[in-house]
Each structure stands twice: as structure tokens, then as C-alpha cells.
């Protein structure tokens, strides 16, 4: 059974804190993307990655940063955490034509 | 204009009912299309491939026109447990992966 695993379901953080959100998948996809939702706006794109060390801006990139060392792990970094972040956070990985598979989501509330 | 589509309803039916959502795409170049379901507070899992000869699973049915770029999902005989949010995905070899808004469904007693 494919996998894609996000580190936390739930995160408060403080303003200001540098925060991390991991996603790990186990299928060896080559495409993974980080998109946020909020009630609505739907899934916007922050960031997708085709291969490892590649990185493509989605729509709302501003106040995000991501990191691919490695194929089966994609990060999201909030480099200076603001209350406006507060947001469901969704990873999801994918290869060629097909469909993508999601994380759980993490639902990180900023105070 | 947004790339994908879709009215985010809500569509309030009956048990037993019939009933379709359409999803618009301005990409011509977009080469795969997808239908997913999400329940609330959770995360989209796929429902269906969208082919280009249509497809169906059991009550739902999807289709494609490519011709007037949209994607079409048909419910048929409506279950309580079919109340969620459908979200239309288009893709292209390459390029992300991009969802339409949803549109949410409730499926009344």
C-alpha cells in the first residue's frame, strides 16, 4: 500500500519560530508538492519538486522555503512563522501522468 | 482566470438522487484528469481517473471534453456517505499538479 507520511496531524507554533514539516513518501516518486488549504480557497500550491535538489515555485510561495536532499523526503520550512499561516498543510507525491497520493495533512495553528 | 473550475455548490440531494458537477480546465495542454473525494478535516484521496472514452465505478461516472475542456462526475442513486467535497485535478507530464476549488456535496435523508 502506498505511503506518504507527514511528521505531525496537529502543530502550534509562536510567531516568529522557524518551523519545520516533514514528508516522507516509500513509493520512489519523483514529483512531490506542498499546497496549504483554507476554508474557501481550496489547495494552493507553495512548492513542488520534480527530482532531488529541484525546486519550483506554486502560487504562494511567499514565506515558505523547501528542501529535497533526498528523492523520498520533501520539507517545508516557515523561516519566520506568522499568524496568517495558520493553515492545513498537505504534502503529496506523484510520478509521470498519474494520480498523486496525500499525506495526512498537518494542521499547524500559529499563536 | 483560475486554471481549474468548479462550483463549490453546496449541492443539497436526497438520498436516491441523481446528481452532477462539472469542472472547467483552461490548460489545453493538461493530459490527465482526476476526480477526488475529501470528508471534512481530512486529506483528498483519489476517487477516479477521468479517460478519454469515460469510465465507470459502480454509481459514479466521469467523462471528458476536450473539445470544451471540461470534466464531468455523475453520481447516481446518492448515498448519505457520498457527502463530502469532490476536487477535480487536471495534470501534465512534467508539470504540477494543479486542483480545482471543490464542490462541496450533502446528500440529505
Known amino acids: 500500500d502506498v505511503k506518504v507520511t507527514q511528521s505531525s496531524r496537529y502543530l502550534v507554533k509562536r510567531t516568529g519560530e522557524k518551523v519545520f514539516l516533514e514528508c516522507v513518501q516509500d513509493?520512489?516518486?519523483?514529483?512531490m508538492f506542498w499546497y496549504r488549504q483554507d476554508p474557501g480557497l481550496g489547495l494552493r500550491l507553495i512548492y513542488f519538486?520534480?527530482?532531488?535538489?529541484?525546486?519550483e515555485k506554486g502560487d504562494i510561495p511567499e514565506g515558505y522555503s523547501v528542501s529535497r536532499e533526498k528523492k523520498e523526503r520533501f520539507s517545508l520550512i516557515l523561516e519566520s512563522a506568522s499568524t496568517n499561516q495558520t493553515s492545513m498543510y498537505l504534502c503529496?507525491?506523484?510520478?509521470?501522468?498519474?494520480?498523486?497520493?496525500f499525506g495526512q495533512g498537518t494542521r499547524l495553528t500559529v499563536v | 482566470r483560475k486554471e481549474v473550475e468548479q462550483d463549490p455548490g453546496p449541492f443539497n440531494v436526497p438520498e436516491g438522487a441523481t446528481v452532477a458537477f462539472n469542472c472547467t480546465y483552461s490548460?489545453?495542454?493538461?493530459?490527465?484528469f482526476f476526480w477526488y473525494r475529501q470528508d471534512c478535516r481530512k486529506e483528498p484521496k483519489l476517487l477516479m481517473s477521468?479517460?478519454?472514452s469515460g469510465n465507470e465505478d459502480g454509481r459514479f461516472t466521469a467523462q471528458l471534453n476536450r473539445a470544451s475542456q471540461y470534466i464531468s462526475l455523475l453520481i447516481r442513486d446518492s448515498k448519505l456517505s457520498d457527502s463530502a467535497t469532490y476536487l477535480c485535478?487536471?495534470?501534465?507530464?512534467?508539470?504540477?499538479?494543479?486542483f480545482g476549488p471543490g464542490t462541496r456535496l450533502s446528500v440529505l435523508p
Open positions: 519538486s520534480y527530482d532531488v535538489k529541484m525546486k
Open positions: 485535478a487536471v495534470t501534465r507530464r512534467g508539470q504540477n499538479f494543479v
Open positions: 503529496a507525491s506523484q510520478e509521470g501522468d498519474t494520480e498523486a497520493f
Open positions: 490548460n489545453s495542454a493538461s493530459q490527465s
Open positions: 477521468v479517460y478519454s
Open positions: 513509493m520512489d516518486h519523483e514529483n
